[in-house]
């Protein structure tokens, strides 16, 4: 015996529904409340964290040259490959929303390194040129 199967057809489009719980709002709150912790502390302690900083980036001097590079180029090429990753991820999985939604957040942190490098005693370097 065969079975009958029904074709159903829709001239509506179907559309993913975005939903948010209050779990998001939670986040929201918690990343705000974080961003104003860490800056009430820089303006308190900004000077003292800079000093303490400096001291510990000092003791780098320490370390072999050879061992700092490896650390570093490691930690580069493992974020690139993270960064490649995700993005073919992405892709693959077409999550064009999230690509937009870090594309916009990666405008907005350029907007806010320009504004804050501007605002800075810097010297002028390849980037302020680029802005002027």
């Known amino acids: 015996m065969h ?3 029904a074709r159903v057809t829709s001239t509506e489009a179907v559309r993913p529904q975005v ?3 209050p779990a998001d709002l939670l ?3 918690v990343a705000l ?3 104003l912790v860490l800056v009430v502390i820089e303006r308190l302690y900004g000077d003292t964290l800079v000093a303490f900083a400096s001291d510990l980036a000092s003791g780098l001097q320490a370390i072999p040259g050879w061992i700092v590079d490896v650390v570093v180029v490691g930690t580069r090429i493992l974020g690139v490959i993270f960064f490649g990753g995700g993005l073919v991820w992405a892709l ?3 999550r064009w929303r999230m690509l937009a939604t870090a594309a916009l957040a990666v405008a907005l942190a350029a907007y806010l390194l320009f504004v804050v490098l ?3 005693d810097i010297p002028h ?3 302020e040129r680029l802005l002027s």
């Open 3 to 5: 079975g009958t199967v």
């Open 19 to 21: 939903e948010r719980s």
């Open 27 to 29: 986040r929201l709150v």
């Open 33 to 35: 409340a974080t961003a």
């Open 92 to 94: 693959v999985r077409k």
């Open 118 to 120: 501007l605002q800075s």
């Open 125 to 127: 370097g390849p980037i």
